[in-house]
């Protein structure tokens, strides 16, 4: 089972470049989501896709945007990379929403604006 | 205010030691599910436990529990038997009925000592 697949693991962009993550999962879930995880501040929400057509701003949303391209792939793009975006991104997917299930999460894609 | 609250950002614990991480949270829904979450240095995400608002019981999964003393609002992980595969980041995490995402704590580095 592959569960979560997150492509690139590894990117450095330089300032202003634009760039797209991929991720797809093969666990038939409603709802995805795209993470960034910083040293000491834990993983915030930048984006989710509750169902396939729909997308909502998490937490930190600001410099991307995103992509429900069908039931299995969700993309994140920064339009114009800043080296505050240097971050870990994950993603996840998850059954309807209901409290009892957990999140699956993808490999992790190690970006560096330089 | 914070969703989840990890306070410990950094736990050393002896070979075959019990450990305990804490988690506090907020909400004001009813309905509501806590989760656990491994990270060891190889980055990926590994689910460990889950703990439903309603269940009467403590969650136990292997040497994994879960403290969980809802009227304190807190949901706290003990590991038994500590072993060395147990260095890693740990994150607790929260779901509500009424919404879609997962709110993540900072997170504890736990260290197990030969």
């Known amino acids: 089972n592959a569960g979560v697949t997150q492509t690139p693991k590894f990117q450095v962009l330089k300032t202003g470049q634009s760039m797209t993550l991929q991720c797809a999962q093969d666990?038939?879930?409603?709802?995805m989501y795209w993470y960034r995880q910083d040293p000491g501040m834990g993983l915030r929400l930048i984006y989710y896709s509750a169902s396939e057509g729909t997308t909502d701003k998490g937490e930190v949303p600001n410099g991307y945007n995103v992509s429900r391209l069908n039931k299995r792939e969700f993309s994140l793009r920064l339009e114009s990379a800043a080296p505050s975006q240097t971050s870990v991104y994950f993603c996840?997917?998850?059954?309807?929403?209901?409290?009892?299930?957990?999140?699956?999460f993808g490999q992790g894609t190690r970006l560096t604006v330089v | 205010a914070q969703k989840i609250t990890q306070t410990q950002p950094g736990m050393f614990v002896q070979e075959k030691e019990a450990v305990t991480l804490d988690c506090t949270y907020d909400?004001?829904?009813?309905?509501?599910?806590l989760f656990w979450y491994k990270q060891p240095s190889s980055g990926e995400m590994i689910f460990l436990i889950y703990?439903?608002?309603?269940?009467?019981q403590n969650a136990t999964e292997g040497r994994y529990s879960l403290n969980f003393q809802k009227a304190r609002k807190s949901a706290n992980l003990v590991i038994s038997a500590s072993q060395l595969g147990d260095s890693a980041m740990y994150f607790c995490a929260m779901r509500e009925r009424t919404g879609n995402q997962f709110y993540f704590g900072t997170g504890t580095s736990l260290t197990v000592i030969p």
């Open positions: 909400t004001s829904d009813p309905s509501y599910g």
């Open positions: 703990q439903g608002s309603y269940d009467q």
């Open positions: 996840a997917s998850s059954e309807v929403p209901t409290v009892n299930t957990e999140a699956f």
């Open positions: 666990m038939n879930h409603n709802s």
